[in-house]
């Protein structure tokens, strides 16, 4: 870190500066017009802020200006249109906000390369960029341009890589595809979001010969898929977020060069091809939230260098799963929301990291040998008919994060074993048949005491482009959400509601200031009173205690959790006054104080037999004699609403052309 130092603008015959990932920052001094000899400057992935330089422009010599990925904001400065040389400019995954230069094409005739996409660019695409004769990459995606895709771009002889996806642009849908004949040989080709309709534009079939990459994603696409796309030698298409229809043609699958397809959130229907195997290069097969159905085909486990797979949200059934190799390099399985059933499928490899069974039909125990993937880190296998105990040797897998069991048959005792798993932040054992107390262990859990301040999902490190996991189902004042994957990374739950656990709630559980959901609702027989230690749960945004055998008074202490939103203590056998003060003055819906054996207060809008004087807020201080007593008082004062973060659908973004972040689309789940 630091800034770039300044003695290097004192080399004054310099010709070629290379400086990029090394983690610069600050702002690029303009001292760098001293380098008048400058031919090639690339300062790619630093941190680099604030404007670029006008002074930039002096540096007339300039061949190549390379500034992607940095922090760069302003606009792009009207002096770089002095230099005249330049071949290459990529500014490219910045903040830089404005126009697109009119005159960029009749100034930088010279450009073979343009890539100004991943900025907050707005405007039209410039007409003077249909000079650019020599021009071979233009790259303008994941701004904020609007405006028709002008048809002179067909005309661009030399391009080779068109990236408009992302923007606000439209294709003219008015205009005869089939009078369209391109002068350019692509191989990338982005076209992602553009609001096409009707059928895949005819004219791109005339780069099948070259074109190595397609997205069309988000578009309004009709029709099945094409004969000449499936005949083609593409690396990657993808086409989702459309309204394709149809059977996918079996010819796809002898590809030697596909290795990405991206086909969710469209209408397919009917079976996979049973030669689907044979496309043994594909790396990424994503066809969630279609209508695929009959069995997943059993050579899918022979395309040994897959590393993710996606077919949630279909109707594929059958009691047989395919199994992979135990050294299958499949790292995300994720078939949810089908009707499978027959026995958990385990056979995946030893290194997959995220299994997403859940919703289907699988049934019998949980088997032994799931501790053999032992690098995994989210399993969820909710709203299945799971049954039996729960196997010690899950607590094996020191790697977990997530753990989703919710709405099955399991019964006996939760292994207090499970505090061992160090990872462990989201845990879901709700609506089952568990039968023990809440293990005190439960205390230790190492990432639910810490507070998660950023988001790390580890998994997306494995591939070229983000991967978004499927939403996390969770309860949320009465309803269920789902919680994006983006924000599992700060995201910690522990629900234990909907089972037979009785006994009193841990004190350690107060330990866990990390939380944000705890649910110990539907319980029945857990007694004695609520823990004062719950004051010290400083992030926990819902608290659900209801529907249990709890007495006593509502602790005072929980008047210090300011990011409380729902506390949720009815049906329970609590007296006394409800606690003032805080985001405890915002609780102020009766149904969540109900049925109680005499709560009062002003919340509930039931007056107390006596007041009291509240003491301040100084005085109410962790270790004080106050925040140890059960009638204590903090001052009141005027509650702020705080909530869950936003829930945000989340989407497949990825590709060449690496595009922004952005949330994959969920049917909601069916209900069983």
């Known amino acids: ?150 048809i002179w771009l067909l005309d661009l002889k030399g391009l080779k890589i068109l990236d408009l996806g992302g923007n606000n642009l439209t294709w003219n849908n008015s205009v005869n595809s089939e009078l369209l004949v391109p002068k350019f040989t692509l191989s990338k080709l982005n076209l992602k979001s553009c609001r096409i309709s009707g059928p895949i534009p005819s004219w791109i079939s005339t780069q099948k010969e070259s074109l190595n990459f397609l997205d069309l994603s988000e578009n309004q696409l009709q029709g099945t898929f094409p004969t000449w796309l499936a005949e083609s030698e593409l690396g990657t298409i993808i086409l989702s977020d459309n309204k394709l229809t149809g059977s996918l043609p079996p010819r796809l699958f002898e590809s030697l060069s596909l290795s990405v397809l991206a086909l969710s959130r469209n209408n397919f229907s009917g079976e996979l091809p049973k030669n689907i195997g044979n496309a043994n290069e594909i790396m ?40 992979f190799s135990p050294d299958a390099l499949l790292a995300y399985v994720d078939v949810s929301q089908n009707r499978l059933s027959g026995g958990v499928p385990v056979n995946f490899g030893t290194g997959t990291r995220i299994l997403s069974l859940g919703q289907n039909e699988f049934s019998g125990k949980l088997p032994q040998n799931l501790s053999n993937m032992n690098q995994l880190e989210h399993l969820d296998l909710h709203n299945n008919r799971i049954k039996g105990e729960f196997p010690d040797s899950l607590s094996k897998i020191s790697t977990l994060e997530i753990l989703n069991l919710r709405n099955n048959l399991l019964e006996g005792p939760i292994p207090e074993s499970l505090s061992n798993i160090s990872s462990l932040r989201i845990l879901d054992l709700s609506s089952n048949k568990f039968i023990s107390i809440i293990p005190p262990q439960f205390g230790n859990f190492y990432s639910m005491i810490e507070i998660q301040d950023t988001v790390l999902l580890k998994t997306s490190d494995m591939f070229t482009f983000p991967i978004e996991f499927n939403d996390l189902l969770v309860v949320w004042k009465k309803s269920v959400l789902g919680l994006s994957s983006k924000n599992l990374g700060i995201y910690s739950l522990l629900d234990l509601s909907g089972n037979q656990l009785s006994g009193e709630i841990p004190d350690s559980l107060g330990g866990l200031k990390g939380l944000k959901l705890l649910n110990i609702s539907r319980n029945y027989r857990i007694s004695g009173g609520i823990p004062w230690s719950f004051g010290d749960l400083e992030s926990i945004e819902s608290l659900d205690l209801s529907h249990n055998n709890l007495s006593g008074e509502i602790p005072q202490t929980l008047a210090k959790l300011n990011q409380l939103s729902t506390l949720d203590v009815s049906n329970n056998k609590l007296v006394g006054r409800i606690p003032i003060g805080g985001q405890m003055d915002t609780m102020d819906d009766p149904i969540y104080f109900a049925n109680n054996s005499g709560l009062c207060g002003k919340q509930i809008q039931i007056p107390c037999p006596f007041t009291s004087s509240p003491p301040s807020i100084d005085e109410f201080s962790p270790g004080s004699e106050l925040d140890q007593t059960w009638f204590s008082w903090v001052a009141a004062g005027i509650g702020f609403p705080v909530g869950l973060f936003s829930i945000v659908l989340a989407s497949y973004i990825f590709g060449y052309f690496n595009p922004d972040p952005k949330r994959r689309n969920r049917t909601r789940p069916r209900s069983r």
Not at 50 to 72: D, H, K
Not at 113 to 126: C, D, F, M, S, Y
Not at 288 to 313: C, H, K, M, Q, T
């Open 1 to 150: 870190m630091g800034s770039i130092p300044p003695q290097i603008f004192h080399l004054k015959y310099l010709n070629f500066l290379d400086l990029s990932t090394n983690l610069f920052d600050g702002v690029l001094n303009s001292e760098i017009a001293s380098l008048q000899n400058l031919q090639v400057l690339r300062l790619n992935e630093n941190f680099l802020t604030e404007e670029i330089p006008m002074e930039i422009g002096n540096l007339t010599g300039l061949r190549e200006l390379s500034l992607r990925q940095n922090r760069f904001s302003g606009g792009i400065p009207d002096s770089i249109l002095n230099l005249k040389e330049l071949q290459v400019l990529d500014l490219s995954n910045n903040s830089l906000a404005s126009d697109i230069p009119i005159e960029i094409g009749i100034r930088l005739f010279n450009l073979s390369t343009l890539a100004l996409n991943k900025n907050r660019l707005t405007g039209g695409i410039p007409s003077s960029l249909q000079n650019l004769k020599n021009l071979e990459e233009l790259q303008l995606g994941n701004n904020f341009l609007s405006g028709d895709i002008p």
């Open 284 to 323: 990424i097969l994503m066809l969630a939230n279609n209508n695929f159905s009959g069995p997943v085909p059993e050579s899918i486990s022979d395309i040994y260098r897959l590393l993710l797979l996606d077919l949630s949200g279909n109707q594929f059934s059958g009691n047989k799963f395919p199994r």
